[in-house]
């Protein structure tokens, strides 16, 4: 692509890397795991998907328990997530009943997988939001909008010149436009310096803002959690392979890329209300992880039970997951804000 079109934006790059029909890195794998190359929070503990399942039940009951509505997940990766949320759920009355599960998956090898664990809730799958049908929609995002494509711009002067991908002497290399002003990074000028590097999502923008409209109109609640900062500054795209950072244009296609997430402008881009981004371990305390997980003690013993301590501790403690994930929720103007969030 780079010799017949020139030098590729980043987005370009990472959008081929991750999802390229034949050769992109979720496309034709499952990631997840030890055996992978990296972990995420439901693959860690089922107390996870747990909390996240009451967190959207009580939310639904809050909002007069909701006759029927799109129970819908982002990137459900393997679907451990979805199905633990399922369970945890079942014994809340008329939960179960009133939803109508969709999920967002973009890989065919891991739409198979989820088929796996969901088919008994009769999933249906959509490669984007804008297919589910409308109505009152409780959504979780875990880890996926990492996943959308990025833009990097430098600034030079009052313009910026964008960051892009090419090729010299055989090796992909960073390479730079020349300078131009961007109407959508105007806001930046106030708060950036001559070098500084800034990072833009459309795609997540576009998403929230969708998300937000649907809420708005019809109710129910988004759970966004993610790692980020409240606003996009430096260079935050990051390659991991077997759990290892590498650099990001070294093995394309067999190396996860990601992003931080700005939720400041996922916040903006939606019409509805929303939390502020809440530290990941004060939000599962909030929802009640160690009563849970001083139940679940009880039935453990040796490897499990040190290993249970152990993921309990990598969800919450500031040092591990617990603060540089955060979690953010939209929700509507009219309704009480979802539990466990700021
Ligand atoms: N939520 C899961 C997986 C996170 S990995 C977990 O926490 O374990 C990111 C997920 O988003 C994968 O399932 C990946 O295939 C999916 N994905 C990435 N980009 C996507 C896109 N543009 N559209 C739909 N799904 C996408």
């Not at 109710?219 to 996009?232: F, H, K, Q, W």
């Not at 077997?242 to 890329?257: F, I, K, N, T, Y």
């Not at 009563?291 to 499990?304: D, F, Y």
Request: hydrophobic share 40%; with cysteine; charged share 15%.
């Amino acid at each position: 692509m780079i010799e017949a079109q020139g030098p590729l934006s980043i987005a370009t790059f990472f959008t081929e890397c991750l999802l390229h029909p034949k050769y992109g890195y979720y496309t034709t794998r499952d990631p997840f795991g030890a055996q992978g190359d990296f972990t995420t929070a439901p693959e860690i503990s089922q107390m996870y998907g747990e909390m996240l399942g009451l967190f959207l039940a009580q939310t639904w009951h809050d909002q007069g328990n909701v006759a029927a509505f799109n129970l819908v997940e982002l990137g459900p990766g393997r679907g451990t997530l979805m199905a633990d949320i399922l369970r945890a759920t079942r014994t809340i009355a008329g939960f179960h009943s009133a939803l109508q599960l969709h999920l967002i998956e973009a890989s065919p090898t891991l739409q198979a997988l989820q088929a796996k664990t969901l088919s008994a809730f009769n999933p249906t799958w959509h490669t984007q939001l804008d297919t589910v049908p409308q109505g009152p929609l409780f959504l979780v995002a875990n880890e996926f909008f990492d996943a959308l494509p990025i833009r990097q711009f430098i600034r030079d002067g009052q313009q910026w010149r964008e960051r892009c991908v090419t090729v010299t002497e055989g090796d992909l290399t960073y390479a730079l436009t020349e300078a131009a002003p961007h109407a959508t990074l105007a806001d930046r000028l106030a708060d950036t310096k001559q070098g500084d590097l800034v990072e833009t999502c459309a795609p997540a923008q576009a998403i929230a803002q969708e998300i937000g409209g649907r809420i708005t109109q019809h109710g129910g609640v988004a759970l966004i959690v993610d790692y980020g900062n409240r606003r996009s500054l430096g260079d935050t795209l990051q390659s991991l392979r077997s759990h290892h950072r590498v650099p990001p244009l070294l093995h394309p296609g067999l190396a996860d890329l990601t992003a931080h997430v700005d939720f400041e402008a996922l916040a903006k881009a939606s019409p509805s209300a929303h939390t502020r981004p809440t530290d990941q371990g004060v939000f599962l305390e909030r929802l009640g992880i160690t009563p849970r997980a001083n139940q679940l003690v009880k039935s453990l013993q040796g490897s499990a039970l040190t290993s249970h301590i152990a993921a309990h501790r990598r969800l919450t403690h500031p040092s591990e997951m617990g603060t540089l994930f955060k979690a953010m929720g939209l929700f509507p103007a009219s309704a009480p804000p979802p539990p466990g969030l700021d």
